[in-house]
């Protein structure tokens, strides 16, 4: 089915460890984001991507790594997972680079890091 | 710095009333505005938006207000419903310059009692 997914829906990690967050879109949307939700801050941007090979940072973007080697794909890594990193992402894609497109989300990674 | 804030975290209505959520931002420079409204377990989704040229704008049971000059956006749903139950953000763009990236509120519940 077309649209975006979000892999995967939960996830549990240590602190220290590495975890990929993993986000594909059918749409072949050229604008990728990754957004926290966080219970007091709304939504944050952490990353966001142009397009393919094209990345920069956002309003939270500390401990975070992205990458877009492929249009349909901008996978998440948090290096060395900490506490503070415990939220639920979701990941966003639009057609243009206007304010004036909406973004279109996927349904979320929950992560937790204990 | 919160430059756009939901200051009301929840907000119970009855069903066939008006439900009116509101939201101000601070930074002048914000040109588009957006609504989304986000089920639990689900990414939020696109409602309605407005640009700073206008003033309101309907769509079907929704509208949107802004008000420039208060730096205040409000969006009305008439009659409400309960599959309106939901959680709402707001969010606010800076347009063409901004690569479509979105600052949003903390969000509203709102409740639609039968």
């Known amino acids: 089915d077309a649209g975006i997914t979000q892999s995967p829906r939960y996830k549990i990690t240590e602190t220290g460890r590495q975890v990929t967050l993993m986000c594909h879109q059918t749409w072949s949307h050229s604008y990728m984001f990754w957004y926290r939700q966080d219970l007091g801050h709304g939504l944050r941007l952490i990353y966001y991507s142009a397009a393919a090979d094209i990345t920069d940072k956002g309003e939270v973007p500390d401990g975070y790594v992205v990458s877009r080697s492929k249009t349909e794909n901008f996978p998440l890594t948090l290096e060395s997972a900490t506490r503070s990193q415990t939220s639920v992402y979701f990941c966003a894609s639009t057609t243009t680079g206007t304010g004036f497109s909406p973004l279109h989300f996927g349904n979320g990674t929950r992560l937790t890091v204990t | 710095d919160q430059q756009v804030k939901q200051n009301s975290p929840s907000l119970s209505v009855q069903e066939g009333r008006i439900s009116i959520l509101n939201c101000d931002y601070t930074n002048s420079m914000f040109d588009y505005f957006l609504w989304y409204k986000k089920y639990p377990a689900e990414g939020p989704t696109f409602l309605i938006s407005i640009s700073s040229i206008k003033d309101k704008n309907e769509d079907g049971r929704f509208t949107v207000f802004l008000n420039k000059s208060a730096k205040h956006l409000s969006l009305h749903i008439v009659p409400s419903q309960p599959g309106d139950s939901a959680v709402y953000f707001c969010?606010?763009?800076?347009?063409?310059?901004?690569?479509?990236?979105?600052?949003f509120g903390q969000g509203t519940t709102l409740q639609v009692k039968p």
């Open positions: 969010a606010a763009s800076k347009g063409s310059s901004n690569t479509g990236k979105l600052i």
